[in-house]
């Protein structure tokens, strides 16, 4: 049985009853997860599950062979047989920075419309995102344009489409580096903006926040060249800009 994904539902849920499925060293897997599995390019969660008499810290999570979340523990850490009921805790601090994070990368595809990403890594500290950009605006411009987006404090929301709706609007995909996960029939698009006054709008299954006035203010680190047009370009919150 594929784990209940709940923080598809609510990115928000930090912690959940749970009952063990399967276990071994490799790492459990729940009935039901707010642990959010390593894939397009934002982490894998970390936390704790625990039970009557125990605890497993998670180091990392990553997806089973069938898509759950595979709760991967610490070096020596003890694992619950299944049938364990558990609570799963997330580190919420950490992923809600991840969250504040992969939202302003998408504001960043919006600051710069038409240019497609070819790579990305999210991080609690700091993320990044290369363009296929030959001529690209000073890291001073880039920040104050997602600094304006931050700062209108628009809504995020999703809305689904067929897989056949997404072959018939490539555009919709802005990325080269990561493509939509597919398989279900439908693919999950993440809306900032609202539908008549749409800011960016793009097929992504990570974790997001409400609204982008939740992310607070960022900076761009740096912007390095990675070829003859790719520009990385590397944002940290503001509040660890130094």
């Not at 390019?41 to 125990?54: A, C, F, K, N």
């Not at 302003?104 to 950009?133: V, W």
């Amino acid at each position: 049985m594929q784990t209940q994904a709940l923080f598809r539902d609510d990115a928000y849920a930090a912690s959940t009853q749970a009952t063990v499925q399967e276990s071994s060293e490799a790492g459990v897997i729940l009935d039901r997860s707010v642990f959010y599995p390593r894939a397009g390019g934002q982490p894998g969660d970390t936390g704790t599950l625990v039970w009557e008499g125990g605890e497993m810290a998670v180091a990392d999570t990553v997806k089973s062979p069938d898509g759950s979340p595979l709760h991967v523990p610490a070096p020596g850490a003890p694992v619950p047989p299944p049938g364990t009921k558990v609570e799963a805790r997330l580190d919420w601090t950490r992923r809600h920075r991840h969250m504040r994070m992969h939202t302003t990368l998408h504001l960043l595809c919006a600051a710069m419309p038409g240019i497609y990403a070819t790579g990305n890594q999210i991080g609690a500290e700091k993320s990044r995102l290369d363009f296929d950009l030959p001529d690209p605006p000073t890291k001073e411009w880039v920040t104050e344009r997602l600094n304006e987006l931050i700062a209108g404090d628009h809504p995020i929301g999703e809305r689904w489409i067929t897989e056949a709706e997404l072959d018939a609007n490539p555009g919709l995909v802005r990325t080269l580096s990561v493509q939509p996960p597919r398989g279900a029939g439908q693919v999950r698009l993440v809306r900032i903006g609202t539908e008549e006054a749409m800011v960016d709008l793009q097929p992504c299954g990570g974790t997001h926040v409400r609204r982008t006035g939740e992310i607070g203010r960022v900076e761009v680190l740096k912007m390095e060249s990675k070829g003859k047009q790719n520009r990385r370009i590397h944002i940290v919150l503001a509040e660890d800009a130094k």
